[in-house]
C-alpha cells in the first residue's frame, strides 16, 4: 500500500426534483471523476429535499464522518432554495448579504438589470465562509469548514469544482482497470474471482455483468488500488481467470 | 389537502461502482417515477459502498424513519455481493440457502449448467423474508419487514417492481404539471413566485432554469400537490406570474 493515506469525501444532492423522478441526476458521477485523480474517493452520497432541517442534518452527519462534504443545489434566488441558510444553521453560524459576494452580482448584473432582493439572496453568505467563483453565472458557491457549497446546474457545479481543487488536500489516487469478458458468467468466475481477491488484498476487485440482448452478454472486471504493483498483479491475474475459463479478456482504457 | 395520507419512502443504492464514478446510476429515478403514481413518495435516497457496515447502518437509518426503503445492487452470486448477508445483519436474523429460492435456481439453470456454490449465494436469503419475483435472470429479490432488496442491473430491477407494487399501501398521489417559460430570469420572478407559494400552501412550488447556449433561456416552473383543486389554482397562478412579466407561458405535458 502506498505512504499516502486515503482521503473520504461525502456528496450531498439537494433538491426536490431529483428525488420526485423529475431530474436525472449526474453531479455524484461527475464529483467522483473529478475527485479521483486528486487522490479523493466519494465514499457515500445522500440524496435530500429542499427542507431546510434536512438539509442541515445531513450535513453534520457527513461532514462529521467524513474528511470533504460536497454539496449541489439550492443556491439560486428563488423561495425553494434554501441551501446556505440550512448550511448556516447546521454550523451554527449567522447568515447575511456580504459586500465582497454583492460586487461580483452587482459586476455582472451591471445597470441594465436590478439587483432585487432576490438577486440578493445569492449573496448571503454564512459568517466565516470563503466563496468559491463561478465563472458561468457569477452568482458564487461557498466554503464553510470542511463543506463546499456548490450550484445544482451541472456546467456551473463542473466550473466551480476548478476553483474549489486547490483547496483540497491530496491523498493516494486509487487507479482502476476493467477487464472486458464476453461471454463469460458471475456464477462461473466468481470462486476463482474471490482467490484472487484473498491473494490480493491490496487490490479491490467488482464484477459487473453486462446483456446486449438477444445473445450477447458479458462481464466487466474491475481492479482498482493505490498500489501501482499490486493492480498490474491484480489485472493480470483477471486475464488469467479468463483465460482459465476460456475466454479472452481485453483490457479497457 | 386530501384525507389520503402522504406515504415516504427512501432508496438506498449500493455499490462501489456508482461511488467510483464507474457507473451513471438510473434506478433512483426509475424507483421515484414508479411509485409517484401509487401515492408513495421518495423522501430521500443515499449511495453506499460494498462494506457490509455501511449497508447494514443506511437500511437501520432508513427503515426507522420511512414507511419503505428500496435497495439495489449487491445480490448476485460473486464475492462484492454483500447486500443480503447485510441485511439480514442489520436485522439481526440469521440467512441461509432456501429451498424455495434454490428451486428457482435449479429450473433456470437445467442440467447445462452446475448450480455451484456461487450461484447458490444467490438463494441465500434472510430468514422471515418473502421472495421477490425475477422474471429476467430469476435469482429472487427478497422483502424483509418494510425492505425491498432488488437487483443492481437496470432491467431486472425495474421487472422486480411490478412484483412489489403490489404489496404496498397506496397514500395521496402527488400530481405535478411544469410551465415552461422561455426568456424568464429567476431573480424577476422569485419575489411574484415566493408570493404564490404563500397564497397556495397546499401546493409546493420550484423554479428550474434551463439554459440552451448561445441564446436561449428560461426556467421550468413546477407545481406539486396531492390536491387537483390546488394544484389547478397554482397552474392558472404560474401562467398568470409569467404572462405579468411578459411572456407566454406553455403547460409541459
Same mark, same amino acid.
Given at each position: 500500500m502506498s505512504a499516502v493515506s486515503l482521503i473520504r469525501a461525502a456528496v450531498l444532492i439537494i433538491g426536490d426534483e431529483l428525488l420526485s423522478g423529475r431530474t436525472q441526476d449526474t453531479n455524484l458521477r461527475t464529483i467522483a471523476n473529478f475527485l479521483a485523480p486528486l %487522490? /479523493?474517493? @466519494?465514499a457515500e452520497a445522500r440524496v435530500v429535499s429542499d427542507a431546510p432541517e434536512d438539509i442541515a442534518a445531513a450535513v453534520n452527519a457527513l461532514r462529521a464522518a467524513y474528511a470533504y462534504v460536497f454539496t449541489t443545489g439550492? /443556491? %439560486?434566488?428563488?423561495?425553494?432554495? +434554501?441551501t446556505a441558510d440550512a448550511i448556516a444553521a447546521a454550523f451554527g453560524v449567522p447568515i447575511g448579504v456580504r459586500d465582497d459576494a454583492r460586487a461580483i452580482l452587482a459586476a455582472h448584473y451591471g445597470a441594465h438589470t436590478e439587483l432585487n432582493e432576490a438577486r440578493l439572496r445569492m449573496a448571503r453568505i454564512p459568517e466565516g465562509a470563503t466563496l468559491i467563483a463561478n465563472p @458561468?453565472? +457569477?452568482?458564487p458557491g461557498f466554503q464553510l469548514g470542511n463543506v463546499f457549497v456548490m450550484a445544482g446546474v451541472p456546467s456551473i457545479m463542473r466550473a466551480m469544482l476548478e476553483d474549489v481543487a486547490p483547496r483540497l488536500e491530496r491523498g493516494a489516487v486509487v487507479q482502476s482497470v476493467t477487464v472486458r469478458a464476453a461471454g463469460l458468467r458471475e456464477g462461473d468466475l466468481a470462486a476463482p474471482l474471490e482467490a484472487l481477491q484473498r491473494a490480493e488484498p491490496a487490490v479491490s476487485f467488482g464484477s459487473y455483468p453486462w446483456y446486449a440482448p438477444p445473445d450477447g452478454f458479458g462481464v466487466h472486471l474491475v481492479a482498482r488500488s493505490p498500489d501501482a504493483a499490486a493492480l498490474a498483479r491484480g489485472q493480470a491475474g483477471l486475464l488469467a481467470l479468463a483465460q482459465d475459463l476460456g475466454v479472452q479478456g481485453e483490457v479497457q482504457a
Open positions: %487522490g /479523493i474517493q @466519494v439550492g /443556491i %439560486g434566488p428563488t423561495h425553494d432554495d +434554501k @458561468v453565472s +457569477k452568482a
